[in-house]
């Protein structure tokens, strides 16, 4: 008994420093050093499933690489200057016609985002300018910045300013802040999806010469899809629900990676408002195909 006692911790020791088969750890390692969490954790679970007498040294040996990853990851954003940080892209697209009928348009966006420790800046610019005839046939112009505070990893505080100018949606001018709550519902490499609902306060000038000042629920829907290295899918929504004049934007895009930064996009926009200036439709829609760049 008393020998016994004395190898009791040894045994102990022996249990907690369970040695990986060496082609386990190959594997692991390698889907390690790829970086793709996925990748590590499919290989950790098959095997686990496979070998387990070597399940809780895997396990524990998978926890420390995300965790240092993650401490990596975090000290890069605290050491980074603010525009180390800033990805964009830029959409370009347009077309001009001649002969029996003349018609020019022009589409540009341009979208930038910081994704730092505790903030996430997000702005976009955008215009759409149509011309059949010599007569402007399309006019839109708009203006967005959203500050984000992450409370925790998926949860986080925005705010969110935007000025918009359509006059052929019945409107000249028309400026909204928002703040509220947000979370995010999906987040893995290859799907990403935000929700946001919060209050918010608008100001349009119509363009019969009528104003409005209203408060309003603001909720949007950001969602982004890699189907695979090629292809990838986004769904942006938002709306501004109020007792007068509500809004709802809709834009899905659809685009295919060319060659480095350059991809090849086909998107379909929707706006709607429910009560637009009399003479104006209260449904506006815009199908586009343009060059996306990304940085």
């Known amino acids: 008994m008393r020998y016994l006692l004395l190898a009791l911790p040894l045994l102990l020791a022996n249990a907690d420093d369970q040695v990986i088969p060496p082609t386990i750890k190959a594997m692991l390692d390698a889907a390690m050093k790829s970086g793709n969490d996925g990748e590590v954790g499919t290989v950790a679970k098959y095997a686990m499933t496979a070998d387990p007498s070597c399940a809780d040294a895997v396990a524990k040996t998978v926890a420390k690489w995300r965790s240092d990853r993650k401490a990596r990851a975090d000290a890069k954003l605290r050491e980074a200057n603010f525009i180390e940080l800033v990805k964009g892209r830029v959409e370009l697209g347009g077309y001009i016609t001649t002969g029996n009928t003349s018609n020019k348009g022009l589409t540009g966006a341009l979208d930038l985002r ?3 420790l505790r903030w996430r800046h997000k702005l976009r610019l955008q215009a759409d300018y149509q011309e059949s ?3 402007t046939t ?3 112009y708009l203006a967005a910045y959203e500050p984000n505070y992450k409370i925790d990893d998926r949860a986080y505080v925005y705010g969110a300013a935007q000025y918009e100018s359509d006059r ?3 409107y000249d001018d028309r400026e909204s802040v928002s ?3 947000g979370y995010s ?3 893995q490499p290859a799907m990403k999806l935000d929700l946001e609902l919060g209050p918010a306060y608008r100001h349009t000038n119509f363009t019969d010469s009528t104003e409005e000042r209203n408060f309003a629920a603001r909720g949007s829907v950001d969602f982004d899809w890699r189907l695979n290295k090629a292809i990838s899918f986004r769904q942006d929504a938002s709306a501004y629900l109020q007792s007068a004049n509500s809004t709802v934007f809709s834009k899905s895009a659809l ?3 060319l060659f480095g930064p350059f991809s090849a996009q086909l998107s379909y926009t929707l706006q709607y408002e429910s009560m637009p200036p009399l003479g104006s439709k209260t449904t506006d829609t815009t ?3 343009s060059l996306v760049v990304d940085f």
């Open 179 to 181: 703040v509220g709550a």
């Open 287 to 289: 199908s586009r195909a």
């Open 138 to 140: 399309r006019e839109h």
């Open 168 to 170: 052929f949606l019945g």
């Open 133 to 135: 005839l010599g007569v």
């Open 255 to 257: 685009a295919a990676k």
């Open 185 to 187: 519902a999906i987040k």
């Open 114 to 116: 910081r994704e730092g």
